[in-house]
């Protein structure tokens, strides 16, 4: 499966919101995808995000292995993810960001976060004249 930067940004956007009662009970893989999937991301590709967002220590949450799956039972966001979530949580940073990225057919969680930095400290300097 791909991992689509689309789908991270709307992942974590969800999480911090804290609709799933995370920091009390942990919320469920399969949950937290029921309640995301839309008309852009399946539930397969909710579930694949929290699993990589998991692997990339971007969550906390606890894993169980099952015979033929797995449960992911998510508990927050990690330092790392809101400061990834922080630096592509403005639309018209993402917007940037993804239209720098968008030439190349594969880009990685880190890379998009320096990209999105980048474009931050951009439009900082623009709108600020500081030398940043």
């Known amino acids: 499966m791909q991992l689509k930067q689309d789908c991270v940004r709307y992942v974590l956007l969800s999480l911090e919101e804290q609709k799933f009662n995370m920091i009390i009970f942990g919320a469920n893989d399969t949950d937290i995808a029921t309640k995301l999937a839309d ?52 639309t018209e940073v993402w917007r940037k960001t993804k239209d720098v990225t968008s030439s190349f057919s594969s880009i990685s969680v880190s890379i998009l976060k320096n990209v999105a930095t980048a474009v931050i400290t951009g439009i900082i300097k623009q709108k600020t004249g500081l030398p940043l």
């Open 39 to 90: 008309d852009r991301f399946s539930t397969d590709d909710i579930r694949y995000t929290l699993f990589e967002l998991f692997s990339g220590r971007f969550i906390t949450a606890e894993i169980t292995k099952f015979k033929n799956d797995y449960l992911l039972r998510v508990t927050s966001i990690t330092w790392a993810g809101h400061e990834l979530l922080d630096d592509i949580r403005d």
